[in-house]
């Protein structure tokens, strides 16, 4: 178990040279936006001091801090924590405060060690987490407002959405979203104001992020009352569902009940819709033996990964579309270090977003950089199941996509419209590009999020 030294740390013009330095490859060191790019971890300025404050300087500290946790070396880990607790305040500039986030991950996996006082005074006192916040569906509607991370998706799967379902008489969709259903409404009234015969349309959620932030303070129950009820204004005719699944086990009872519900409407004129947002990447990404419990819902070779058995089975029910959305950043390394950097190279974007539509001290700063502290908690102290932030990079889920027999489509230049449209009610910074089929939501030239639709092959 390692052991702490509960003595002071030394001042930082006395702290000796790293023992174990990681040299950053130069062609990876990235100018970031609004951040000069920093001299090797150590080396002095021309006033002789060193570049603390710059961000590629922070990311060594905490990659040599990562280091000096794993390997067990106490007395160095808890030099850089002290160095890290200093210039990484909870309140200063987005590279601060992003820094401090992993400085608290760092101090919680480092805890789990060992036991030390300095640790825990940090913890208590300097990065302690702020809990996550009920939102209201008033609040968490405006929330989502704010920004178009998830505007973004919204607006380009629904825009795929109403150029296939065009024709039928039922559309059924399958909500796979980390947002509560707050894509739902703008569908419900772009279907209003498209079609002169407005479709059936059923909803089946699942019941699954009750732990993941952002939490809504209203049951999924009492959100569909409040849908059925919106579509009804808008003269939509809707059923909604609620069906308890689990990511965990790739939602296995969900496909199963869409398998036997399948078999019931096939030869009806019914459209379906698979909506993914945001979500799949918490389907555990390893290769398992499957357990007998699934086989029913996933007959696939036992070799497969969750995530490829659930897109399978997903293309074995033959969806009329599958709109897939996520963040386009690689946090599933094993190896502790290449996923700190992999997200402190991604999850500055949202730091340095936030400073552009929210004033300091805010209480909606305060929940929006909550749900952050606890995304980079789960990527940088956990691991096993417990750590569920497994996000792939665009390029991985096409791939996977393929793999399952589907085809990529691509956006139509209305979609791309609309969604420009969109991002002009926004600060300036975020962009828009295609990539192949996709489409890209970019920060700064930066990619963010990806939006992708497919069809059975």
Same mark, same amino acid.
């Given at each position: 178990?390692?052991?702490?030294?509960?003595?002071?740390?030394?001042?930082?013009?006395?702290?000796?040279?790293?023992?174990?330095?990681?040299?950053?490859?130069?062609?990876?060191?990235?100018?970031?936006?609004?951040?000069?790019?920093?001299?090797?971890?150590?080396?002095?300025?021309?006033?002789?001091?060193?570049?603390?404050?710059?961000?590629?300087?922070?990311?060594?500290?905490?990659?040599?801090?990562?280091?000096?946790?794993?390997?067990?070396?106490?007395?160095?880990?808890?030099?850089?924590?002290?160095?890290?607790?200093?210039?990484?305040?909870?309140?200063?500039?987005?590279?601060?405060?992003?820094?401090?986030?992993?400085?608290?991950?760092?101090?919680?996996?480092?805890?789990?060690?060992?036991?030390?006082?300095?640790?825990?005074?940090?913890?208590?006192?300097?990065?302690?987490?702020?809990?996550?916040?009920?939102?209201?569906?008033?609040?968490?509607?405006?929330?989502?407002?704010?920004?178009?991370?998830?505007?973004?998706?919204?607006?380009?799967?629904?825009?795929?959405?109403?150029?296939?379902?065009?024709?039928?008489?039922?559309?059924?969709?399958?909500?796979?979203?980390?947002?509560?259903?707050?894509?739902?409404?703008?569908?419900?009234?772009?279907?209003? !104001?498209?079609?002169?015969?407005?479709?059936?349309?059923?909803?089946?959620?699942?019941?699954?992020?009750?732990?993941?932030?952002?939490?809504?303070?209203?049951?999924?129950?009492?959100?569909?009352?409040?849908?059925?009820?919106?579509?009804?204004?808008?003269?939509?005719?809707?059923?909604?569902?609620?069906?308890?699944?689990?990511?965990?086990?790739?939602?296995?009872?969900?496909?199963?009940?869409?398998?036997?519900? !399948?078999?019931?409407?096939?030869?009806?004129?019914?459209?379906?819709?698979?909506?993914?947002?945001?979500?799949?990447?918490?389907?555990?990404?390893?290769?398992?033996?499957?357990?007998?419990?699934?086989?029913?819902?996933?007959?696939?070779?036992?070799?497969?990964?969750?995530?490829?058995?659930?897109?399978?089975?997903?293309?074995?029910?033959?969806?009329?579309?599958?709109?897939?959305?996520?963040?386009?950043?690689?946090?599933?390394? !094993?190896?502790?270090?290449?996923?700190?950097?992999?997200?402190?190279?991604?999850?500055?974007?949202?730091?340095?977003?936030?400073?552009?539509?929210?004033?300091?001290?805010?209480?909606?700063?305060?929940?929006?950089?909550?749900?952050?502290?606890?995304?980079?908690?789960?990527?940088?102290?956990?691991?096993?199941?417990?750590?569920?932030?497994?996000?792939?990079?665009?390029?991985?889920?096409?791939?996977?996509?393929?793999?399952?027999?589907?085809?990529?489509?691509?956006?139509?230049?209305?979609?791309?419209?609309?969604?420009?449209?969109?991002?002009?009610?926004?600060?300036?910074?975020?962009?828009?590009?295609?990539?192949?089929?996709?489409?890209?939501?970019?920060?700064?030239?930066?990619?963010?999020?990806?939006?992708?639709?497919?069809?059975?092959?």
């Amino acid at each position: 178990m390692m052991q702490f030294n509960e003595t002071p740390p030394q001042p930082l013009h006395q702290i000796p040279p790293f023992s174990k330095p990681t040299i950053m490859n130069k062609n990876q060191t990235r100018p970031w936006p609004g951040f000069p790019t920093s001299k090797a971890l150590g080396n002095n300025n021309s006033n002789g001091n060193n570049n603390f404050g710059d961000a590629n300087c922070m990311e060594q500290l905490l990659v040599h801090c990562a280091n000096a946790i794993e390997s067990n070396d106490a007395t160095l880990a808890q030099q850089i924590l002290w160095v890290l607790n200093n210039i990484a305040p909870p309140d200063g500039d987005s590279n601060q405060r992003l820094t401090c986030a992993f400085l608290r991950a760092l101090i919680a996996r480092a805890a789990k060690s060992g036991t030390c006082k300095l640790l825990a005074a940090m913890a208590n006192s300097h990065c302690n987490s702020i809990d996550s916040h009920k939102f209201s569906i008033i609040e968490f509607a405006s929330f989502v407002d704010l920004t178009p991370w998830h505007r973004f998706g919204f607006t380009a799967a629904n825009a795929a959405i109403l150029e296939v379902i065009e024709g039928f008489s039922v559309v059924h969709i399958v909500d796979l979203s980390l947002m509560h259903c707050m894509q739902i409404p703008t569908l419900i009234d772009a279907i209003a !104001n498209r079609f002169e015969v407005t479709p059936l349309i059923k909803l089946t959620v699942a019941d699954c992020t009750e732990d993941i932030p952002p939490i809504l303070d209203l049951s999924y129950q009492e959100l569909g009352y409040k849908l059925i009820n919106f579509a009804k204004s808008r003269n939509v005719a809707m059923e909604f569902r609620v069906v308890a699944s689990s990511y965990v086990d790739g939602f296995a009872s969900l496909i199963d009940q869409l398998r036997v519900q !399948n078999l019931v409407y096939k030869e009806t004129n019914e459209a379906l819709v698979i909506n993914c947002h945001m979500l799949l990447h918490y389907i555990p990404e390893e290769t398992i033996s499957t357990p007998n419990s699934y086989s029913y819902a996933y007959p696939l070779e036992s070799s497969s990964s969750l995530r490829a058995m659930f897109l399978k089975s997903l293309r074995s029910l033959d969806p009329t579309i599958v709109v897939l959305v996520d963040e386009d950043a690689d946090l599933t390394s !094993n190896n502790l270090v290449n996923r700190l950097r992999s997200a402190f190279n991604y999850l500055w974007i949202p730091y340095d977003t936030v400073d552009t539509f929210l004033p300091r001290g805010s209480k909606q700063r305060q929940w929006y950089e909550a749900d952050l502290c606890w995304k980079i908690e789960n990527v940088i102290a956990h691991e096993g199941l417990q750590r569920v932030e497994r996000l792939e990079p665009k390029s991985k889920w096409v791939q996977r996509m393929k793999n399952a027999g589907f085809r990529n489509v691509s956006f139509g230049e209305e979609t791309v419209s609309e969604v420009k449209s969109m991002l002009g009610e926004h600060a300036a910074g975020w962009g828009l590009k295609k990539e192949e089929e996709d489409v890209v939501l970019t920060w700064k030239g930066h990619n963010v999020v990806f939006a992708s639709a497919w069809i059975s092959t």
